[in-house]
Each structure stands twice: as C-alpha cells, then as structure tokens.
C-alpha cells in the first residue's frame, strides 16, 4: 500500500534525485518536478556553477527516467522574479544584503510548488535539504531539526517554513551524510552521482552581482564616499551596494592598518570604515520573525543565534519588542550581522525560528 503522493522538487543534483529514491524504496507513490526559474547562461562554465540551466533539466528527466517515475517542468519564472529576483535587487539598492535562496525556499519551493502539489491532489512536496522534521507529541507541533551530518545541515535557509508546510513536507536526507547519498545515487545508476553542489546565486553571471544589479535595475548607481566614523573622508566607493557589512577585501583603500565596513549611510551614499573590534555586533534587531517550536514569543528566552549560513551559533538573549519584533543580545559581540540577512534561532538542534536582520547596534 503507498505511503501517499509526493511531488519531489528535482533540481538536475544528486541531493533531490537521491531523495526521490530513497521515497520511492519507502513506498511513496514518487512523481519528480523541476521549477523553471531563470534561463540560465549559454557559458557552460557559468552553468556548471548554478542550477536552473538545460543540463540541470535533462538530469533531472533522465533520473526520473531512470526510477521510471513521472516527471513535469513546472514554470515558475514570473513569480520567482518578482519575489526573488526583485527583492534582491531592491534590497541591495537600500543597503540591505539580501539572501534570494532563503526568499526562493519561501516563495517558491515550499510555498509555489505545495500549491501546485495540492493541486494535483498529492499529499506531500519533498525536497533534498539536509534538514530533520520532527513532531512533538507534546503540543503537537512540527520541528525543524539540523541534519545529522552538521556540515551539510541547512536549516538555517529554511527556518520560514510554517506548520501547514511542515506538515506536509519530508525531507528524506536529513539523517544521512553527503557520502552516504551520493553512494545511494551510484548505487541507483544516477547519471548525476559525482555532479558537484550548485555554488552561485542562479540568476547571477559569474557571481559578479553588482554587474547584475546595473545591469536589471537600467539605472546609474553613483559613487560614493568611504568615510570613518567620525566623517572624514577616506575615498570613493563604487556604490552603495557594493559593499557588505564586515568586508574587508577589495575596498581599494591604503591605510596603516586594515580598515573594515562597520556601517552603510543609504541617504548619504557612504560607507563607514573602522578597524575590526568595530565590526562587533552585541544588539541588532529583526522583524518578519516566524517561530517554529511555539507560536508566540511570551518573554525573553535564551537562543544561539546565527546571521550567516556558514557560521557557528551564539549564544544571546531574545527580547520580544512591539510589532512583532526582536531585538537579540549576543552574550559576547559578534561579527557578520548585516540589515537584509536572516537571524535564525536554535535551542540545541532545534530551530526556534527567525526573522530578517533592520538594524544593529556598533560595538563601542
């Protein structure tokens, strides 16, 4: 008897082909989905780099082949530049840096493609994060849990994810290490066993997305000034979207001692330059927030913290605020907190859940 109707997100990788096996093995009644979101570029190299390319497609068709399972391309292009590729661009105009995966993930993976699966009359959507769903018989809610393989584990891009989608997504990898899957997928005869990871934002030349940004927005961004924190001026930036908070390469700067972005002045077109111990973070605020492990935030709690999907959590306090937001107080200051990336909030391996970094504090 089938475990039920899953509609599988397959992307051309070994990660999502795997997963729609390992559901098939376990009875699922598996049907394999490729979102068209972007044309990508005819530069091989470039492609090679990024997903949402022809080769991806025929990989993806020829795994679902393979399992002899039923394979659709969905279109999904206007609406993944409108809330992804817009947004992106918007938010590095404002100074914000933006993450367009974790915008994808929630408008387009987990929100876009249960619709459509719904529609279908399916029962569930899968993907092949590396990330654990759990329920808690307690209280009945869903929980998003880190990948047993912790270097692999992608919670964090996926913290937005509600009940309604949780209950109604598996996420068959998330107690298996990369090793084990690509082994399952050579196993299996996947074309795409040994295909690397998808590296660069898919809509994005080369990964140079300043380019991409003049390129969309078909409008001049001026120059700037570098200043220190007192105002006085260091040079001339290239724009105010060139430069993240934290960076300290290619500011084309000479001073005596390495100079870092601590701030950006979106009105006055600067960028603020200061040495490291500035780059410091102890309170930063967010909004948007969306909790996972309960409903509402009654009181201060203790959390880890995380502002970078490479980085380690740590350890803070979260103070509810009105409006639904937060301000978070890292017990020691921290580097990387940037207006536009997410905060997301873990108690051990569970994702409490997170929000979208407004403003921070500079460490005095």
């Excluded at 780099?49 to 393979?66: G, M, N, P, Q, Y």
């Excluded at 084309?252 to 960028?271: C, H, M, P, Q, T």
Aim: with cysteine; charged share 30%.
């Amino acid at each position: 008897m089938s475990e039920g109707k899953v509609l599988v997100g397959m992307s051309g990788g070994v990660d999502s082909s795997t997963a729609a096996a390992i559901l098939k093995d376990e009875g699922y009644e598996v049907y394999g989905a490729t979102l068209k979101m972007w044309d990508a570029p005819d530069d091989a190299e470039v492609s090679a780099k990024t997903c949402c390319s022809l080769e991806d497609v025929e990989d993806a068709r020829a795994t679902a082949f393979k399992m002899d399972i039923p394979f659709y391309v969905l279109n999904m292009k206007s609406l993944f530049e409108e809330k992804v590729v817009q947004y992106f661009v918007d938010s590095y105009i404002k100074g914000e840096t933006p993450n367009p995966c974790i915008a994808c993930n929630q408008h387009i993976k987990f929100e876009a493609m249960l619709a459509k699966a719904l529609m279908l009359e399916m029962d569930y959507i899968a993907t092949g994060h590396y990330a654990r769903i759990e329920r808690d018989e307690s209280t009945g809610r869903y929980l998003l849990k880190k990948a047993i393989d912790h270097t692999k584990d992608q919670s964090y891009v996926l913290y937005m994810l509600r009940q309604d989608q949780l209950s109604r997504l598996l996420l068959p990898l998330g107690k298996l290490t990369k090793k084990q899957v690509r082994e399952i997928a050579r196993e299996k005869g996947f074309i795409n066993s040994s295909k690397p990871d998808s590296q660069d934002i898919c809509f994005v030349r080369s990964g140079h997305y300043s380019d991409f940004i003049r390129e969309y927005a078909k409008k001049e961004i001026p120059e700037g000034k570098f200043v220190d924190e007192s105002g006085k001026v260091l040079g001339r930036n290239k724009g105010i979207f060139e430069y993240t908070v934290g960076q300290r390469k290619g500011l084309g700067i000479s001073a005596n001692s390495r100079l870092y972005v601590i701030d950006k002045n979106v009105e006055r077109n600067e960028i603020v330059l200061g040495p490291r111990e500035k780059t410091l973070v102890k309170r930063f605020y967010a909004d948007e927030m969306n909790y996972i492990a309960f409903d509402k935030l009654q009181g201060a709690i203790k959390v880890w913290a995380k502002t970078r999907y490479s980085q380690r959590e740590a350890e803070a306090t979260l103070h509810p605020l009105e409006d639904d937001q937060v301000m978070i107080e890292y017990k020691e200051p921290q580097s990387f907190v940037s207006p536009g990336q997410s905060v997301v909030l873990y108690d051990q391996d569970v994702v409490l859940g997170g929000g979208i970094i407004r403003r921070f504090e500079i460490n005095q």
